[in-house]
């Protein structure tokens, strides 16, 4: 019993038995420590990477946009140290000028911008999607009810070339209405200033997304029709880079892929939180958020893998070539689209 009590008492340091002089360590016990010590200092290194400056542009701050503050606000950013500074620029040709001089590393914005300007030979493409298909509705004033009625009528859009004015042009068209000859087309902005010029009397109808639409709507303006039912698919706005800068970089754009999934399923498995979160940041009423939030999840409006619509970009490749009187066949969204950040971002993240 005796030798056994000691022989386990062996196993313990020294200096807890009777305040002796602990034994040095052995050579290979002391390279074994400082080995560990070692990694484990790389590892914590490693899990508490440096954020990264990493300035992006939106053209407004809208529901439909909202996945970028939500990645910003519920720290889907943070946990991939970037740093991102959400700056808002008005203008698809100042915010392209900006992508491609570096101002900013990610651009979301119209998908057709980023085609003209690929078609152009500009250094860019999309790596993912942000609205992926139409919310808009044509909304009409008091005398407008329904598109017989925008016959000589004035009608508001965001730009008179951009991808939401060719848009309401190509519906307007399904629906009889040839531009310029039946209806005078004008640039009032987006769907907030769509709307004040509406309410205001400045024109007669307009091109109106969700969730402003529900609210004219609310006011007693005339719903005259819904742009899906013309254009079921659609690429509206997507994610794009410096093609070049995003090769050098692609660590740091794989993060910023990952922050975006990460925030598109927020939104999906958060429902009560997320409308919340779109009432009080996007500023909306409660129900506006509600019907808004459901209106882009049921449509899948916001992609759960922050990827491009890619049969919306077809329709957005067609109306590119009509628009430019393009011969021949027309080219694949494979040409325009690089899903390899967002498929990398999924398998590192477990979700595909």
């Known amino acids: 019993m005796r030798n056994r009590f000691f022989s386990k008492l062996d196993f313990l340091p020294r200096s807890n038995l009777f305040g002796s002089i602990p034994r040095p360590l052995a050579p290979e016990r002391f390279i074994l420590i400082f080995a560990v010590a070692f990694l484990l200092a790389v590892t914590e290194s ?8 990493f300035p992006v542009s939106a053209s407004s701050k809208t529901l439909g946009y909202s996945p970028l503050w939500v990645a910003q606000k519920q720290g889907f ?18 915010a392209m000028m900006a992508l491609v001089g570096g101002s900013v590393y990610v651009s979301t914005g119209g998908a057709d911008t980023v085609l003209a300007a690929a078609e152009q030979g500009v250094d860019v493409a999309t790596i993912g999607g942000i609205i992926n298909g139409l919310t808009h509705y044509i909304i009409g004033g008091k005398k407008f009810r329904n598109y017989e009625d925008l016959r000589g009528a004035t009608i508001g859009s965001s730009g008179l070339t951009s991808g939401t004015a060719f848009v309401l042009r190509r519906v307007l068209q399904a629906k009889g209405l040839e531009y310029p000859r039946d209806y005078q087309l004008i640039n009032v902005g987006g769907s907030p200033q769509a709307f004040l010029s509406l309410t205001s009397g400045r024109i007669d109808a307009a091109i109106i997304a969700v969730p402003l639409s529900f609210e004219a709507a609310e006011m007693g303006y005339n719903v005259i029709g819904r742009v899906v039912e013309v254009i079921p698919n659609y690429q509206l706005t997507d994610i794009t880079v410096k093609k070049s800068w995003a090769e050098k970089n692609r660590p740091l754009v794989v993060r910023f892929m990952k922050a975006m999934v990460q925030s598109m399923r927020w939104l999906y498995d958060k429902k009560e939180q997320a409308i919340d979160f779109l009432s009080k ?19 899948h409006i916001w992609n759960p893998n922050a990827e491009a ?6 329709t957005v490749i067609q109306i590119y070539a009509e628009r430019t009187q393009q011969k021949g066949p027309l080219p694949s969204p494979t040409k325009y689209v690089d899903h390899s950040y967002a498929e990398e971002a999924l398998r590192d993240l477990g979700k595909r």
């Open 46 to 53: 490693g899990l508490a990477q440096e954020r990264v400056k």
């Open 281 to 299: 940041e996007m500023k909306l009423k409660p129900e506006h958020a509600r019907k808004g939030w459901e209106y882009y999840t049921e449509n």
């Open 309 to 314: 619509n890619i049969e919306g970009m077809k």
């Open 77 to 94: 950013f943070d946990r991939n140290s970037l740093d991102v500074q959400l700056v808002l620029v008005s203008g698809a040709d100042k």
